[in-house]
Each structure stands twice: as C-alpha cells, then as structure tokens.
C-alpha cells in the first residue's frame, strides 16, 4: 500500500501547467518562499548540501535552494508537477537540481542516511499517514542534519483563514485544496516527529495579511507554520 491519497494527486496533477505563473493557484507558495527559503538557510547554510525536498511540486522550494548553491533531489508522486519542475530547470538553466517520482518511505530504505537536509513543506496535510511520510524523512536525513516541515494548524481560526477564507472569500485557492480533518496541531507534528526520533529546533509561523496581501514570518502558528527538526548526531 502506497501511503498517497489519487485524488489528492491528481489535484496537483491538473493544475500543474499553471505551477510557476506567479498569479496562479500557485500564487500563495511562490510569495511564502522567499520566507520559507531565507528561514531554512539561515538555521543550515545551503550552499554546498546535499538536500532533499519531500512532495516538490513543480519545484518552487527545490529550484530556490539549487539556486542557493545546494545539490537539490525533488520528489513527489503526481507525474504532471514533477514534469513541470524539470522543464523549468531547464529552462531557467538551475544547476545541480534533480526530479524523480518515489514514494519518500521508497526513497528512505534506498538511500537511507543521505541527505544533509530534508524539506517537506504543505504537503503532510494531503497524505494519508503524515506520521510515516515524517518517519521517513527522518531517516533519509544524516545524523547532525536538518529536518524542516510545514502544514496547517487545526482550530477554528485555521477553518476561518485558511478553508473558508483562502478558497472562498478571497479564492486565492481553488474550493477543496484542502480538507481540515488532515491538518496538523503542532504538537502532533511534533510528536510525530520526537516518535521518528527528531529533536526539535524551533517553530514559525506563516501570517497573511488580506490588506496587504502580504506574508510574513513571526511566531504565530495558529495557521501555516513551519517546524525546524534535527537528527541527533
Ligand atoms: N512542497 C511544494 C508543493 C506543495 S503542494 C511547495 O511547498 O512548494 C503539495 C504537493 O504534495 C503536491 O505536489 C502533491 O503532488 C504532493 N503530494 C501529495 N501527496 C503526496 C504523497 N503521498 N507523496 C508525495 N507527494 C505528495
């Protein structure tokens, strides 16, 4: 049994031509990575690291962190983003970056412990068992190396914002991009992540303000957070 939800898959997999038009569906994931990327680089410089990107999409957060110098590998298992992300390197000529369509429990008990960083970001939240896809990436990770994780907080101020507001008022999201039974309190990522025998590091959160229709980092996780994670050496 392969731990992915087809519906969810072929979601991605119809939108995916639209994934690096900065005004798409996509928009909210090209204006969060600047933040997200910045964040990752400043707790694990990139440059020179070998990591992998858990559930990459088109390729928005692999791309960027080739581009910082790293040796990127993007996985994910909807064929249509995967080929997008690739296209894109190309054409935008990104260096020492990498696709390839593998389960992330697949890819850990071939190349466990080879990674000096493992991302996997607003992803967790369309899989059906997020604990084994956090086990996996645990193991995939170096012993010393980093583990970062984003996903949606589940509470009503969550609902609010990130269901009712993002795909419905504002419709910066498509209607059922996400399902609020699959998001994840921090503390049960983070228990996920202590049972896969991560050490925590510190959390952010993601805030979007409508007025501005801007982003920012702080440390409000009542909605999109991040959660950094090391394997001890
Ligand atoms: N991580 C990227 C894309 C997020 S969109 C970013 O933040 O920019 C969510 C992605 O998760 C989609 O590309 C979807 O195909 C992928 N996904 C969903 N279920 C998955 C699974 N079980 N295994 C791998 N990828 C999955």
Redo the contacts with the bound molecule.
């Keep these: 049994m392969?731990?992915?939800?087809p519906q969810?898959?072929a979601?991605?997999?119809e939108l995916?031509h639209r994934w690096w038009d900065p005004e798409s569906e996509?928009k909210p994931?090209h204006q969060?990575?600047p933040l997200?990327l910045a964040w990752i680089d400043g707790l694990c410089p990139l440059a020179g690291l070998t990591v992998l990107?858990?559930?990459?999409?088109?390729?928005?957060?692999?791309d960027s962190m080739a581009r910082k110098g790293a040796n990127a590998l993007?996985?994910?298992?909807?064929t249509k983003?995967?080929k997008v992300a690739q296209l894109h390197a190309m054409e935008a000529g990104t260096a020492n970056v990498d696709y390839r369509e593998i389960?992330?429990e697949a890819l850990a008990a071939e190349r466990p412990a080879s990674f000096d960083a493992v991302?996997?970001?607003?992803?967790l939240e369309?899989?059906?068992d997020p604990a084994s896809?956090v086990r996996a990436c645990a193991e995939l990770v170096k012993p010393g190396g980093w583990v970062f994780f984003?996903t949606l907080n589940r509470n009503l101020k969550s609902f609010l914002f990130a269901i009712v507001g993002a795909e419905y008022v504002l419709k910066m999201l498509p209607a059922g991009t996400h399902e609020y039974a699959r998001f994840l309190k921090p503390a049960e990522l983070a228990a996920f992540a202590r049972e896969a025998g991560l050490e925590l590091h510190s959390a952010k959160g993601l805030g979007y303000n409508p007025l501005t229709q801007r982003y920012s980092l702080n440390s409000d996780t009542d909605v999109n957070y991040m959660i950094a994670c090391r394997r001890p050496a």
């Design positions: 392969i731990n992915a939800d969810e898959l979601k991605f997999g995916a996509f994931l969060i990575n997200r990107d858990v559930g990459c999409g088109g390729g928005i957060l692999t993007g996985i994910d298992l909807s983003p995967l389960a992330v991302t996997c970001m607003e992803m369309h899989v059906p896809v984003s």
